[in-house]
C-alpha cells in the first residue's frame, strides 16, 4: 500500500493498519478495478469506499438501502472531518448539497437506489465529478438474497454509463447462489470478487429447543451481566419481552422496533450504546448500522429468517474480540409457520426461501459443530470441530436420546 494512503488511513480515520481484507479491497479500488467485497458484519466495509472517496478526486457515490443506515454513516463520515451529504427524502439541504457535489466539494454523496435511477440524478452527475460508486448492501440486488430490492436492479445502466469509474459492490451476507447473482446484476468479473473469512470465534454459539421461553431468556439474562439483544420475532413481542425481563428489577431492559415513535426508539437506541449493561428487546429492524463493540450476547427468541439473517444479527456480539455468546430458541412450530407463510408467496420466490428454510433446519438440529454448517454455508471450509459452540463443548449422545431426555425432565 503507498504512502499516501496510508496516510489518510492514520490522519482521516485514526488507524494504524489496514484490517483483513481491507487492504485488497481499497487496492483494487484505487486501481480503478471493478470490486465485489463481502466481508462479515464488524469487518469495516466502509472504510474500504470512503478511504479512497477521501482519496481519489471527485465524489464517491453510495447507493444504500435504507435513510437510517446512511444517516449512522453521515454523522460517523462528518466525524471525521469527510464531506459528505446526503439527498433523501427527509433531507432539507437538497440544493446546497447538489451546489457542493457539482463544485467538486463533496468526498460522499449518498442517495437510495431509486433515486440514483431517477432522470434527474442522472442529470445531476452528468455535471459533476465522480471517483466512484460504491454499493453497500449490495445482496439487495439479488431475488437470491435475503432482501431484495427491485430498485438495485435498475442500477447497472447507471454504473455502466460511467465505464471508467470503478464499483464496489459490498455486503456481509452472501451465498454462492447470491455472490453469482451480484457479479452479474452489477456487471463485476469473478476476478474482482474478494471474500472476507466469517469466523467469529470469539462468539460462542448455542442452539436450544424452545420449553418455556420467557424462563429460558430470563435465566439466560441473568447469568450474562453485559450488554444484550434479544431478538423477538414481533413488535408486541419485544414489548412484551422487555415487561416479563425487567419484572424482578434487576436489569435495565428496553424496546425496540419500527412501530414505535421515533424519538422513543432513537432514546432507546442511544441509551444502550451508552450502557455497560442494558438489554435490548428488538426487531431484527435493530443493530443495522449501529457500533456497539462490546454486546455480550444476542438471543433468538425464535427462528431468524435465513442463515445470512442469523449469522448478521448474532454477528453484533463480541465486535471488540472479548467472548460473546449467540444463543437461538426455536420450536417445531416456527417451522410449521415459515411453511404456511412459503405456501402464501409467489410460485417463483418459494423453491429460495424453502432452501433457507431447510439450510435453518440443519442448524439447529444437527448434533455437529454448528460453527462448522454456518461457515460451510458461507463457501468456507472449516474443521469438523470448533471447541466453541453448545455442541462441541458437549456433545449430544444422539438426537433422539437427548430428546428422550428432556421428555423425562419434563414428565
Ligand atoms: P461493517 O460495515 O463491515 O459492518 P463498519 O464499516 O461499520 O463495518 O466498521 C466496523 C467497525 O470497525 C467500526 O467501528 C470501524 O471504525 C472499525 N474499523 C474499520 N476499519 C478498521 C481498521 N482498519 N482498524 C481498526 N478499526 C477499524
Ligand atoms: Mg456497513
Not at 41 to 47: P, Q
Not at 95 to 110: P, S, V
Not at 202 to 222: E, F, M, S
Not at 289 to 312: C, W
Amino acid at each position: 500500500m503507498t504512502q499516501p494512503i496510508l496516510d489518510v488511513l492514520h490522519d482521516t480515520f485514526g488507524f494504524s493498519a489496514f484490517r483483513g481484507v481491507q487492504d485488497q479491497v481499497v487496492s483494487r479500488v484505487m486501481a480503478g478495478r471493478n470490486t465485489l467485497a463481502i466481508m462479515p458484519t464488524g469487518a469495516g466495509k466502509s472504510l474500504c469506499y470512503q478511504l479512497p472517496a477521501v482519496a481519489l478526486d471527485g465524489c464517491c457515490v453510495v447507493i444504500s438501502p435504507l435513510i437510517a443506515l446512511m444517516h449512522d454513516q453521515l454523522r460517523a463520515a462528518t466525524a471525521l472531518g469527510i464531506r459528505a451529504a446526503s439527498l433523501t427524502s427527509v433531507d432539507a439541504d437538497w440544493q446546497e448539497t447538489q451546489d457542493r457535489f457539482r463544485a467538486g466539494e463533496l468526498d460522499l454523496l449518498y442517495v437510495a437506489p431509486e433515486r440514483a435511477s431517477s432522470e434527474g440524478f442522472r442529470n445531476l452527475l452528468g455535471r459533476a465529478p465522480i471517483a466512484m460508486f460504491a454499493i453497500d448492501e449490495a445482496h439487495c440486488v439479488s431475488e437470491w438474497g435475503h432482501d431484495f430490492r427491485p430498485d438495485y436492479r435498475l442500477l447497472k445502466p447507471l454504473l455502466d454509463s460511467f465505464p471508467d469509474r470503478p464499483r464496489l459492490a459490498l455486503t456481509a451476507t452472501a451465498d454462492a447462489h447470491t455472490r453469482e447473482d451480484i457479479l452479474k446484476q452489477l456487471g463485476i468479473d469473478r476476478e474482482g470478487m474478494i471474500v472476507a473469512g466469517f469466523d467469529r470465534p470469539n462468539i460462542r454459539y448455542a442452539v436450544h429447543p424452545r420449553d418455556g421461553l420467557t424462563r429460558q431468556i430470563a435465566d439466560l439474562v441473568g447469568g450474562n451481566p453485559g450488554p444484550g439483544i434479544v431478538y423477538a420475532q414481533t413488535r408486541a413481542g419485544t414489548e412484551k419481552l422487555a415487561e416479563q425481563l425487567s419484572r424482578d428489577g434487576k436489569r435495565q431492559v428496553r424496546a425496540y422496533h419500527a412501530g414505535m415513535p421515533p424519538e422513543v426508539r432513537r432514546a432507546n437506541q442511544d441509551a444502550f450504546i451508552a450502557s455497560e449493561d442494558m438489554v435490548m428487546c428488538a426487531t431484527v429492524a435493530f443493530g443495522m448500522g449501529i457500533d456497539k463493540p462490546d454486546v455480550r450476547f444476542v438471543v433468538h427468541a425464535g427462528l431468524p429468517k435465513s442463515i445470512e439473517g442469523y449469522y448478521q444479527e448474532s454477528g453484533r456480539a463480541g465486535r471488540d474480540g472479548e467472548p460473546a455468546e449467540a444463543h437461538l430458541f426455536w420450536g417445531a412450530d416456527d417451522f410449521a409457520r415459515a411453511r404456511m407463510r412459503i405456501s402464501e408467496i409467489e410460485p417463483e420466490r418459494q423453491a429460495g426461501e424453502r432452501a433457507r428454510i431447510s439450510a435453518l433446519g440443519a442448524l439447529v438440529e444437527t448434533g455437529t459443530c454448528r460453527r462448522a454448517i454456518l461457515l460451510r454455508h458461507f463457501g468456507e471450509s472449516p474443521p469438523e470441530t470448533c471447541g466453541n459452540c453448545d455442541n462441541c463443548l458437549s456433545p449430544p449422545a444422539s438426537v433422539d436420546a437427548t430428546q428422550t431426555a428432556r421428555k423425562l425432565l419434563s414428565a
